[in-house]
């Protein structure tokens, strides 16, 4: 009777024991399925936020690389058209000129990197290009010339084949205010890929049309987007060339009327979503193996001994080997992480140095005109200040206080100098008023007579009638003669010519005033007149000038609506005529 009721007890037992297992299986199976559910689900939209992310600085970076270097192109097409050399290619239409305009554009193209550069005339004709690319297409050549009269930049894309793109900017070249032909520069975009090479996601360009333009992928150039791209199974996935593409952000770009694309591959959210359930499954079936222990030693607490001991080691070694493959499971991941952390460092890093060499570029421009500009008010500095030491020793005490004084307003004119040469190298543009010359002269002699005296030239100031008025700016004007009496100096004392001397005078001209810088050194041959004006030339020796006075003075002087003329002294030596507006009663009665 015991016998029969210990076993039903145990049949019941055991019935109720598999009834337990089962319900535990299925909790934790629903358990498992959801966590591996909403667990890939986390990791999958993390990774695409830092998919995105990534995405977007890409974006802004390769959109500010672009802008750049469209704003670099933009400003020399207007900056090229105020040459006189470029201006006398169409002075003459009776002239041939092609092969000097050819020269002229091969030249341009050198120095600037520019993919072509092409001089026009108005009705749309070629005069001469540096490489015959963009020219044949009469098209192009009517859109940028039709802003071109209407006295604005032209600006168009341009593109022959896959290989051969560019984007041009036009600008008049005017005399007298009369349209006489046009310069066109077209940007080259070969680097700019290249750039965009080093990326793994793919990035382009779209025009107004949906044309790409510029990409990182060869075989999507001048293809039409929704022919490369066509929606997946879910919003914001994209199949493009057997690959499905995630995340397709956009950037306008309002200056071209461009839309710039970052497109991200979409096997790493895969990949994490992968990742991320398997965690949850082993987590799971952690869970469930806990679970079915708790059940198999009540049910081995209740049967026997020895089974509950078997089954106990079973279920502790079980969990050791679940455990040991999690935690491999986890190094791995921790290990990955750390790469991408090391990853994400380096490159913010290179981004860094590639910021820091762009500033020490830009630095490196501007220190050779701040050195060329602020030697002579050095010079004048350190003369006043031995000056003063010397009446202080002596207790002239009125003395000394002037050369301080003057002492600090060559320092405020230093400082003023500094602003001047700064908006030269970004944006020519000054505020114009109306000023007495002879102060403007009278500042530059002071500069320049230490220098001259030591020299031996001796410099003269002749002054027509008067008072005269001029529009400009004091300051950037008397950066303008000195100049031109340093480079008469210069030439008198390079070439040996005794009792050298400079000559200033001053007179009307109609509606302007005149002044001529004459020296009797040894001249400028006319073959060199046309180029004294371009940045960096210079006929000095080595380490004597870097040949960029003269094209500031002249980018000062065309600000104020004047010119600079080059011409032969009486004496023979050479002649700067600086040609400035008179002002007027009612300039005068603004001030």
Known sequence: MNNLSRMVSGASNRRNFRRTRVITACAVCLFGLAAVYFTAQWWRDRAEQQLESKAAETLAVQAEALSGILDKYRLLPPLLSREESIIALFDDPDRDMSEAARRKAIEIAGRSGAKEVAFLHTDGRVLATAGGLFTGNREEHVRLLEAVRQGRLG??????????????????????????????????????????????????ITDPTGTVFLTNQPLWRLQHLDTL???????????????????????????????????????????????????????????????????????????????????SLRLERLVRERTKALSDTNVSLSREIDE????????????????????????????????????????????????????????????????????????????????????????????????????????????VLPRARKAGVKVETKI???????????????????????????????????????????????????????????????????????????????????????????????????????????????CFAVRLRAADASDIAAE
């Open 155 to 204: 600006r168009q894309a341009i593109s022959l084949d896959s290989e051969q793109r560019a984007y041009a900017f036009a600008f008049g070249v005017r005399q007298d205010n009369v349209l006489i032909g046009a310069i066109a520069v077209y940007v080259d975009f070969d680097p700019v890929e290249a750039t965009w090479s080093l990326s793994t996601n793919p990035i382009f």
């Open 229 to 311: 791209m066509s929606e997946a199974r879910t919003p914001g996935h994209y199949l493009v060339g057997g690959k499905v593409l995630h995340s397709d952000l956009t950037r306008h770009l309002p200056l071209l009327d461009w839309q710039l694309h970052v497109l991200s591959d979409e096997r790493p959210l895969v990949t994490a979503a992968w990742t991320g359930g398997i965690i949850a499954a082993l987590v799971s079936l952690l869970v469930g193996a806990l679970a079915f222990v708790v059940v198999m030693r009540r049910e081995g607490q209740l049967l026997r001994m020895r089974r509950d001991r078997a089954a």
């Open 340 to 447: 991408r952390r090391q990853t994400e460092e380096q490159l913010r890093k290179t981004q860094a140095e590639l910021v820091q060499a762009a500033k020490l570029a830009a630095l490196g421009q501007m220190s050779a005109a701040i050195s060329h500009e602020f030697n002579q008010p050095l010079a004048a500095i350190r003369t006043y200040s031995d000056n003063a030491h010397r009446f202080l020793d002596k207790g002239n005490t009125g003395t000394v206080s002037d050369n301080l004084t003057r002492i600090s307003g060559l320092v405020d004119r230093m400082a003023q100098l500094s602003q001047s040469l700064l908006s030269f190298s970004r944006k020519p543009g000054t505020t114009v008023k109306a000023i007495p010359i002879a102060p403007v002269l009278d500042e530059a002699l002071m500069l």
């Open 464 to 574: 027509e009638g008067g008072p005269h008025r001029v529009l400009g700016g004091q300051i950037r004007l008397s950066q303008v003669f000195v100049n031109l009496i340093n480079n008469g100096i210069d030439a008198i004392a390079g070439a040996g010519t005794e009792n050298g001397q400079v000559t200033l005078t001053v007179c009307e001209d109609g509606d302007a005033v005149v002044v001529r810088v004459e020296d009797n050194g040894p001249g400028i041959p006319p073959e060199r007149r046309d180029s004294i004006f371009e940045p960096f030339f210079t006929t000095k020796d080595v380490g004597a000038g870097i040949g960029i006075g003269l094209s500031i003075a002249s980018s000062i002087v065309a600000d104020f609506g004047g010119s600079i003329a080059v011409g032969e002294s009486d004496s023979g030596g050479a």
